[in-house]
Structures are given as structure tokens and as C-alpha cells.
């Protein structure tokens, strides 16, 4: 296979999402892990440092590479000569989520989507669920990589 984008918040990257991209870049040959920013929304990290720490979690992966955009996603892949768009699913609530999106790309540019399962001990893992804990004082290692849990420490004021 050639290239694809694995586009996300990643407000921040979990081991849910680190497991998909390590999946796909052994299958792809050019993997481009792409930060989509949403102006209405105010994350926990900056667009940077969200680039930044896929960066460090990613840097033992060929073929991947860190990107951001801001806009609508087809016009990314467009503009960047992709076709293929690869997406982890948790559960049947993700799949109600992204299946309307996946047509919409399809319709909107002839983008196809490839989901992968995440790994069921993932399954209940979610960026926001992940930051929620954090901020009341849990323990959110097991489901970080080492470089994110870190920077979300730092951010809880631990
Ligand atoms: O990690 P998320 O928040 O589930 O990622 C969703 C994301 C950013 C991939 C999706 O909202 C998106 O593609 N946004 C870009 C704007 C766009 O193209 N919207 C129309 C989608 S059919």
C-alpha cells in the first residue's frame, strides 16, 4: 500500500491511538499522523505541543510523519496528493461517529476510510476521559505513552 492520513484532536495522543498509528505504519508505506485544529475548541495543549509530543512518541516509526491542518479534511489530502484515510475504532459508538463522515469524504472527494480496531484494552480510552481523570487526580499512566503522561502532569500541576 502507499500513503495514508490518520487525522485526529490528539488532545493528546493515547496508547489507544499510538497502538493504531504502529499498526499502520508497518502496513503503509508513508503514514502522515495529521493534527486537525478545531478553532471552537480549547484543548489542554497547543497545536505545537500536540505536534510535538506525536512527534517524540512517533520518532521510532518509518515512514511517519507529523502534520497539522486547519480547514476541511478532504482538502488536505487534496492538496497533499492522499487518497486514504485511516482511523482507529473503539467501539460501535465510534463507528456511529465516523461511518457519516467516512461517506461524507467519499462523496464530498472520493477519499476512502480504513478503520482499525483498537486493542480491547484500549476500547475505554478516550482523550477526554483520559484528561477528566487527570484533572481530578487519577492515575493515568497506563494509558499514555511516557512522554504524554508527562506533559499532562505537567499540565495538572503534578
Ligand atoms: O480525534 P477526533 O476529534 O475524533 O477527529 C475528528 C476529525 C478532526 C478527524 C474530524 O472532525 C475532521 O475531519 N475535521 C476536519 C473538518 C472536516 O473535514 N469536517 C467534515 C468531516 S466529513
Known amino acids: 500500500m502507499t500513503g495514508a492520513v490518520c487525522p ?50 512517533t520518532a521510532h516509526l518509518p515512514g511517519v510523519r507529523v502534520d497539522r491542518w486547519e480547514g476541511l479534511l478532504v482538502d488536505y489530502l487534496a492538496r497533499n496528493d492522499y487518497s486514504t484515510i485511516v482511523k482507529g475504532l473503539r467501539s460501535s459508538v465510534d463507528f456511529e461517529y465516523e461511518v457519516p463522515m467516512a461517506q461524507m469524504n467519499r462523496d464530498l472527494a472520493g477519499i476512502e476510510t480504513f478503520f482499525l480496531l483498537t486493542e480491547p484494552q484500549w476500547a475505554h480510552v478516550s482523550s477526554s476521559l483520559v484528561k477528566e481523570v487527570a484533572k481530578l487526580g487519577g492515575d493515568v499512566a497506563p494509558f499514555l505513552p511516557e512522554p504524554v503522561y508527562s506533559a499532562v502532569a505537567a499540565k495538572v500541576g503534578r
Request: aromatic share 8%; with cysteine; proline share 4%.
Open 8 to 57: 485526529g484532536s490528539f488532545d493528546p495522543l493515547t496508547r489507544g491511538h499510538l497502538f493504531v498509528i504502529e499498526q499502520c505504519a508497518q502496513r503503509f508505506s508513508e503514514l502522515v499522523v495529521t493534527v486537525v485544529v478545531n478553532p471552537a475548541k480549547q484543548g489542554m495543549f497547543t497545536i505545537d505541543e500536540r505536534v510535538e509530543l506525536i512527534e517524540q512518541c
